[in-house]
């Protein structure tokens, strides 16, 4: 199984395999950091602004 696993690290198609999905998951937490910040600002302005209503 090692030998397998060993074999399959060193080719290139893997190799290009691994970094995409490291790069796509780096992509999801930046994005998802991103989702974190633009929601709580918008939950604020929304506060804001139903206090401003009648």
């Not at 030998?3 to 198609?13: A, C, M, N, S, V």
């Not at 999801?28 to 804001?48: D, E, I, K, N, P």
């Amino acid at each position: 199984m090692v030998t397998i696993l060993r074999d399959f690290w060193r080719q290139e198609d893997a190799q290009t395999l691994i970094e995409y999905v490291l790069l796509l998951a780096l992509m999801a937490v930046a994005a998802l950091a991103t989702l974190g910040v633009v929601g709580q600002r918008l939950s604020t302005r929304y506060h804001a602004t139903n206090s401003l209503l009648p």
